[in-house]
């Protein structure tokens, strides 16, 4: 039995994982196309007038055998995949993507939905449904529905190879992080670290069946703690320059060409479509709505944040000078004597700090803050399927009992896991006969593993990492919609983020890091006086981190605003682009190129100029939190019925102001 053909018959409705095997995807999608192809049929030939529910809400019903299939395959692929699973999905997107263009691209169809949507107004249709509708009208026309028999076919071309293309740029980069290994001999060149970050990378060295060494990974949770502490700048220029170079070595991993090749085809495709540019296709509809309006926002913030970076980097050579070194400041020394300055201005060394921040007591303080705001408990369901040993369910309900959702948690790395943190559904939201469908919601990340009887000890970045997933999780957990497609965090770009970043506040606040800031020894509150010290220290370096992430927008931004999308070497338009704006030779942008996966290998081209735009509607929403209470019931409730609740069924705007 193939366990997508028929609705999961699970606990809660959750993936069957336990009985999934790798030869049910191809299968599953070719049955699942051949019956969304008469169920689209069935809706063209219908001789009856074109109504909402025979049109619309058919549309949005059809497909159910490849949405179960496709969401638990693309969510593998980035959280427990290998070879065998990658080869699968390399032959199934382009089908899939061929698949939606032939619905989307159909005139008979098409017709029938311009029609509602001309005669939209007098439909009385609710805001939700004429959100749906309009969506769907829009999908229509943005994958050429009204283009030339010619142009259909090449936009089908470009978006099939676009497919494969996205796919395999997170391949390589997933496959680089999992081959690199910093392999160190002589203990001599551990100096600087912490006993806590040696046993880390004795364990690691272990797993890679070479136990007699030390070994360091590009997972951020080691890559990032070696730049910071260890002393051998030789060793801190290697891993660094494994780190900046994922994707651009030149073999069979690189990416230069794929980026390339990725920039073109959206240009193209953009310009048959009848846009300027890939950024203006894609911002007409998001918030910003223009590519001048994002480069207006970023050029205002990156003046100033420039020049301080640039007194930072000024600070930091200074302390170079006055050890007596002769060297000038590089991007692989930046974060060392970052922390050295930190701790002499602060006294503050981050390693004071992880020993409060135990993974289980942090996720203990998160649920206490949802259920401070929400009244949401988190039950641990561990008879339920899981993808691997390390996600861990659980079952979200009301403070009266009520279901609310599942929640995955996998937090730990691991071969075949993509790097870095975020939030996915394998479940949307949805109401069948009126009755809610349970979401299945996960949170995944890379952090450090227990090591002996130490539990999973984070930075305060992570936990604010964990608190931000945990908020695109609470936005998919509380939704309350009747259609998929309108659920959770399908929203624009540039209103999702503002779920992840308003959490993220309480995780700052006092109140509550005395809730979970104990000692995983002792067990006592992380004192007043590092309390102190943390909070007066957590606005070190933002000129660092904010002109790290600017130069990554306005890259993003410059790649897809190209007319054309011609490049003749990545590398040198990169450099060149950053020459052009100013960026300092001390600074790296968060991401180069090869390995920019929200742009190439995700849903953020032209768009990750999100986070910061989310800023701006974060500060405002908390500021009411703050005036209100930052538990007050009202304020909590608005904010659960009118943004968490309501995923993208209304305008953003009106659901913000």
Not at 328 to 349: F, G, I, N, S, V
Request: charged fraction near 25%.
């Amino acid at each position: 039995m193939n366990p997508f053909i028929q609705p999961f018959t699970t606990e809660y409705g959750v993936p069957p994982f336990n009985l999934i095997k790798k030869n049910h995807y191809a299968p599953a999608i070719s049955i699942g196309i051949a019956l969304q192809k008469k169920e689209i049929k069935a809706i063209i030939d219908n001789p009856e007038i074109p109504t909402f529910e025979n049109t619309i809400e058919a549309i949005e019903n059809s497909g159910q055998i490849i949405q179960r299939t496709a969401s638990v395959m693309y969510n593998l692929s980035y959280a427990n995949t290998n070879s065998s699973l990658q080869k699968i999905i390399q032959k199934i997107a382009p089908r899939l993507s061929a698949h939606q263009d032939q619905i989307f691209m159909n005139i008979r169809l098409f017709r029938k939905v311009k029609l509602l949507w001309d005669n939209r107004k007098a439909l009385n249709l609710t805001s939700e449904k004429t959100r749906l509708l309009d969506q769907y009208y829009k999908n229509f026309v943005n994958n050429g529905a009204n283009l030339s028999r010619e142009d259909k076919k090449r936009v089908t071309e470009i978006n099939q190879e676009l497919t494969l293309l996205n796919l395999l740029f997170g391949q390589n980069i997933m496959a680089v992080i999992n081959e690199y290994k910093l392999i160190i001999s002589e203990a001599s060149d551990l100096s600087g670290l912490s006993e806590m970050i040696i046993s880390e990378a004795k364990e690691t060295a272990i797993d890679a069946k070479v136990p007699d060494k030390w070994v360091f990974t590009l997972q951020h949770s080691s890559v990032i703690p070696f730049l910071q502490h260890a002393d051998n700048r030789f060793l801190r220029k290697e891993i660094w320059n494994a780190y900046t170079n994922k994707g651009n070595t030149g073999d069979k991993n690189d990416n230069n060409t794929i980026a390339k090749e990725i920039i073109r085809l959206r240009a193209e495709k953009s310009k048959i479509l009848g846009f300027g540019s890939h950024a203006h296709f894609v911002l007409k509809d998001k918030m910003a709505k223009s590519p001048d309006q994002v480069n207006s926002l970023l050029t205002k913030l990156w003046v100033p944040a420039l020049s301080i970076a640039k007194k930072e980097a000024k600070a930091l050579q200074n302390m170079i000078d006055r050890s007596g070194q002769d060297f000038k400041l590089a991007p692989y020394d930046w974060r060392y004597y970052a922390e050295k300055l930190r701790k002499q201005t602060y006294d503050l060394d981050e390693s004071e700090l992880k020993p409060y921040f135990s993974l289980h007591k942090v996720k203990r303080g998160l649920f206490d803050v949802a259920s401070a705001l929400y009244g949401l408990k988190f039950e641990e369901m561990t008879h339920l399927p899981s993808y691997h040993k390390d996600a861990k369910a659980y079952l979200v309900t009301e403070s009266n009992g009520k279901k609310v959702g599942i929640l995955y948690l996998d937090f730990f790395p691991r071969t075949g896991k993509q790097g870095g943190a975020w939030m996915t559904s394998f479940v949307e939201q949805k109401k069948q006969n009126s009755k809610r469908v349970l979401p299945v919601i996960s949170i995944v990340c890379n952090f450090t593993k227990p090591l002996g009887k130490t539990p999973s000890l984070l930075t305060f970045d992570e936990v604010s990492t964990i608190y931000h997933e945990f908020g695109h999780a609470l936005h998919g957990l509380l939704s309350d919609v009747t259609y998929a497609s309108l659920a959770g965090t399908n929203v624009p770009t540039d209103f999702v983020e503002l779920p992840s970043q308003i959490m993220e506040n309480w995780a700052a606040e006092p109140q509550v890091l005395k809730t979970y800031a104990k000692h995983y020894k002792t067990n006592q509150n992380i004192s007043e006086s590092l309390l102190e010290k943390m909070i007066a220290s957590s606005k070190y370096g933002q000129g660092f981190a904010t002109i790290e992430y600017l130069s990554a927008s306005m890259l993003d931004m410059a790649y897809h605003n190209l007319s054309d999308g011609t490049i003749q070497d990545i590398n040198e338009f990169e450099h060149s682009f950053f020459n052009k704006i100013g960026l300092i030779p001390e600074i790296v942008s968060r991401y180069r190129s090869t390995y920019f996966s929200h742009i190439f290998a995700g849903g953020y081209a032209a768009g990750y100029y999100s986070y910061i735009w989310s800023e701006v509607l974060d500060a405002d929403a908390y500021s009411l939190f703050k005036e209100k209470g930052i538990f007050d019931k009202n304020t909590a409730l608005s904010f659960r019925k009118n943004i968490l609740a309501r995923g993208g069924a209304i305008d953003p705007m009106k659901l913000f102001y």
